[in-house]
């Protein structure tokens, strides 16, 4: 029985690393270095078995060097043709081999080193491209390079594989010298090329060897109907010359926890003088995830540096936030990932506006330079929707009686009452002030929103008041313990009005869109705030009887 069950780790170990990398499982994404960053290793105490599986074995049985592996996009799009990349959009890939789209070309293809290769805690693709695809204005061929970040998902006898910081490089071609000089609309059309080189690239990879080690996977469940439980309990790490598979205790309970979304975090002006000037920025950012008691948090670091000039910067650590409560009866054992602090993006910018990545957590929304004054002001992250699942392992507990709900703050438009003055701000201002606090009872959680608008000159007319509403009540039976994270958020908005629009703030609770002054009278009849909060709010309760 102990040599059927060695065999079955190891060749579970081989299939699931055959993926590199990490996704929802397990985070194998570099931790960063130097900078007092932080890098913790956070593996569950019951590990049960463990083996070691050098990196060659797995190397052998990865798609080989030189071997190119074709994607797809849209079938018949060149119906004269009848070679399949001249017929059809395609992208290919070949690891290690800087593989050419132009016939006249191939004799000039290149070997680029070895096409995957091992670091201290992530696996590295070094891979040669080519693309016949379909953009604005031009259809022609292109090709480059790629290095990127393999990942892995590992759910429930399933695998999945997602491709994180795809770095891509262009050889000089017709094509690519065209599409760099033209514009579509404002976009350049390279830049529409990249996109969706990236997206295809990404899908492609995703695809192919997900399909390949999954049919895999199948045949061994046959062969071993342990498989499917066993795979909801592994952790792996990468070491500089081999994976290392945990085999966790099956007594533990492993949840994998869908974070919450409307992530959005703008970092502290901390140098220079706030404009990038079309100078980047070069924008870095990391999740941090802790247990803390009986809940897990996290926090993400921005860190955005221009690249010349007086290096402008922005940077800080957004409010942590919490992403889990263990249920009754159970407690928080550990975080079942290799490293709790985790690269999302490392990205030097170009041009003005918002720039939407790829990342091992989903799509991030990066804004770094536009017209003006940048950091403080505009440069911010966003994450929207995370596809990234965090696995959490739990004990029984049976000393735990607490649980944690959720209140959705719902939209509110407050007019805060006539003070002073003769409610016509005139142009003068106002000075706009909103702080927004939770209070709590035993039994009740109260919203509490303050709003004041001050005419800065003149006979200084005045709105002010606060507007509260209960926005949750224990049911019978229960207490309210704690509201878990930040209850305060004073000068949630503070700015002076400068004209009749509406001014909108992206905020950690939501849009703020704020009405001040107008044409006419403003205190108490127009002035005001309609807050469209996308948050909830995290409450701990105690059964009591």
Same mark, same amino acid.
């Given at each position: 029985m102990k040599k059927n069950l060695n065999k079955f780790f190891v060749m579970v170990g081989i299939l699931t690393v055959l993926v590199i990398g990490l996704k929802s499982n397990a985070v194998f994404s570099q931790a960063t270095t130097g900078g007092g960053a932080i890098q913790t290793e956070n593996l569950p105490t019951n590990v049960v078995t463990t083996q070691d599986i050098p990196f060659r074995v797995i190397r052998a049985l990865l798609p080989q060097d030189g071997n190119v592996i074709s994607h797809t996009v849209r079938k018949n799009v060149w119906t004269q043709n009848q070679v399949p990349f001249f017929r059809n959009e395609t992208v290919e890939f070949s690891f290690g081999r800087g593989i050419r789209a132009n016939i006249g070309d191939r004799k000039n293809e290149r070997w680029l080193g070895e096409g995957i290769v091992i670091r201290n805690g992530y696996l590295e693709l070094n891979a040669g491209w080519r693309a016949h695809i379909q953009v604005p204005v031009h259809d022609d061929f292109f090709d480059g390079t790629i290095r990127a970040r393999l990942a892995l998902l590992v759910d429930y006898g399933r695998i999945h594989v997602a491709v994180d910081n795809i770095e891509l490089s262009w050889n000089s071609s017709f094509g690519a010298d065209l599409v760099t000089g033209l514009t579509f609309g404002t976009v350049n059309v390279k830049q529409i090329v990249e996109k969706k080189l990236r997206e295809e690239?990404?899908?492609?990879?995703?695809?192919?060897?997900?399909?390949?080690?999954?049919?895999?996977?199948? *045949?061994?469940?046959?062969?071993?109907?342990?498989?499917? /439980?066993?795979? *909801?309990?592994l952790s792996l790490r990468i070491l500089p010359d081999k994976v290392r598979l945990y085999v966790h205790g099956l007594r533990d309970r492993l949840v994998f926890v869908q974070l919450p979304s409307g992530d959005y975090f703008k970092p502290n002006h901390t140098h220079g003088d706030k404009d990038f000037n079309g100078n980047g920025p070069r924008f870095q950012s990391h999740i941090h995830f802790f247990v803390s008691g009986n809940h897990v948090y996290r926090k993400i670091y921005v860190f955005a540096k221009e690249t010349k000039s007086d290096w402008t910067t922005a940077s800080g650590w957004s409010e942590e936030r919490l992403v889990y409560s263990a249920p009754p009866g159970y407690r928080i054992e550990t975080l079942g990932v290799t490293r709790t602090f985790n690269r999302i993006v490392d990205r030097t910018l170009s041009g003005h506006g918002s720039h939407e990545l790829d990342s091992a957590f989903g799509p991030v @929304?990066? @804004?770094?330079?536009?017209?003006?004054?940048? /950091?403080?002001? @505009? $440069?911010?992250?966003?994450?929207?929707? @995370?596809?990234?699942?965090?696995?959490?392992? !739990?004990k029984r507990d049976l000393t735990n009686t607490r649980q944690t709900v959720q209140a959705n703050l719902t939209p509110v438009f407050y007019k805060p009452p006539h003070t002073n003055g003769d409610r016509d701000f005139n142009g003068h201002g106002p000075n706009m002030n909103l702080n927004i606090s939770l209070a709590r009872t035993s039994t009740q959680v109260k919203l509490q929103m303050y709003l004041k608008a001050r005419e800065t000159k003149g006979d200084l007319t005045t709105a002010a008041g606060t507007y509260e509403k209960v926005i949750y009540r224990v049911p019978d039976g229960y207490r309210i $313990?704690?509201? !878990?994270?930040? $209850?305060?958020?004073?000068n949630l908005v503070n700015y002076e009005d400068k004209d009749h629009s509406i001014n909108i703030f992206f905020t950690p609770l939501g849009l703020m869109n704020m009405y001040g002054d107008r *044409?006419?009278?403003?205190?108490?009849i127009y002035t005001g705030v309609l807050a469209l909060f996308n948050y909830a709010v995290p409450i701990e309760i105690e059964r009591i009887y």
């Open positions: 690239i990404t899908r492609g990879l995703n695809d192919k060897i997900s399909h390949e080690l999954n049919s895999r996977m199948e *045949s061994l469940k046959s062969q071993f109907p342990l498989i499917p /439980t066993a795979l *909801s309990y @929304y990066l @804004y770094g330079d536009h017209g003006g004054d940048d /950091t403080g002001v @505009y $440069t911010a992250l966003t994450m929207k929707n @995370y596809t990234y699942r965090l696995p959490v392992v !739990l $313990t704690n509201i !878990l994270g930040k $209850t305060s958020w004073p *044409s006419g009278n403003d205190a108490g």
